[in-house]
């Protein structure tokens, strides 16, 4: 089975840090997202990737940047964290680019923003 | 951008029910997935179909493409079947898919 890890599952930040949220996906999947999920919006995309060092604006990346050096990793970069930030944060893979392609899910990492 | 709606938002029940969650979108598509998340976060893919009827375990899935209708069914609930259910659609946003907004359920035993 395809295992997508993300590296913290509960994270408390300040207002103004810098925060960086790791994932790693185990199959070689091309593809790897970041979503966030708030309560009444469901899941919005952030950045998503489809190769290395390439990164691709979601629906909302204000705020956000991203980094894909190795294929298996695709981190989520909140240069100055706000509170209006603190949310789910999701990461996903899929083996190639299309919206046929099965989905693989990170357990999500819940980042509070003080 | 394909509008998605799920209904209903919340149901709770009881352990052995039938359940049926619906989901509606606004343009044709070439497939429809239903994921699940406990609590806790993690999300799985359940489905992936883009006509006809799925199976696996106690869970059904139905798509009707014409009237662009996908239903989750689940047979024999159970409390362990509470989670929050969510369907999603190629047509909007960067990656393709647009997200319902869920139906969270809660089986009682």
């Known amino acids: 089975d395809v295992k997508v890890t993300q590296s913290s599952r509960y994270l408390v930040k300040r207002t103004g840090e810098k925060v960086f949220l790791e994932c790693v996906q185990d199959m070689d999947h091309e593809n790897m997202f970041w979503y966030r999920q708030d309560p009444g919006l469901g899941l919005r995309l952030i950045y998503f990737s489809y190769d290395v060092k390439m990164k691709e604006k979601g629906d909302i990346p204000e705020g956000y940047s991203v980094s894909r050096e190795k294929k298996e990793r695709f981190s989520l970069i909140l240069e100055s964290a706000s509170t209006n930030q603190t949310s789910m944060y999701l990461c996903?893979?899929?083996?190639?680019?299309?919206?046929?392609?099965?989905?693989?899910f990170g357990s999500g990492t819940q980042l509070s923003v003080l | 951008k394909n509008e998605v709606e799920q209904s209903p938002q919340n149901l709770t029940a009881q352990e052995g029910e039938f359940i049926t969650i619906n989901c509606s979108y606004s343009?044709?598509?070439?497939?429809l997935h239903w994921l699940q998340q406990h609590p806790g976060g993690g999300i799985v893919s359940l489905f992936m179909?883009?006509?006809g009827k799925k199976k696996h375990g106690r869970l059904i899935a139905t798509i009707n493409i014409q009237e662009k209708h996908s239903s989750l069914h689940i047979t024999a609930s159970h409390p362990r079947d509470s989670a929050v259910y969510i369907c999603?659609?190629?047509?909007?946003?960067?990656?393709?898919?647009?997200f319902g907004k869920g139906t969270h359920l809660i089986i009682q035993p």
């Open positions: 996903a893979s899929s083996l190639i680019r299309g919206a046929d392609e099965k989905l693989f």
């Open positions: 179909l883009s006509s």
């Open positions: 999603a659609v190629p047509g909007g946003g960067a990656d393709g898919l647009t």
């Open positions: 343009v044709g598509i070439s497939a």
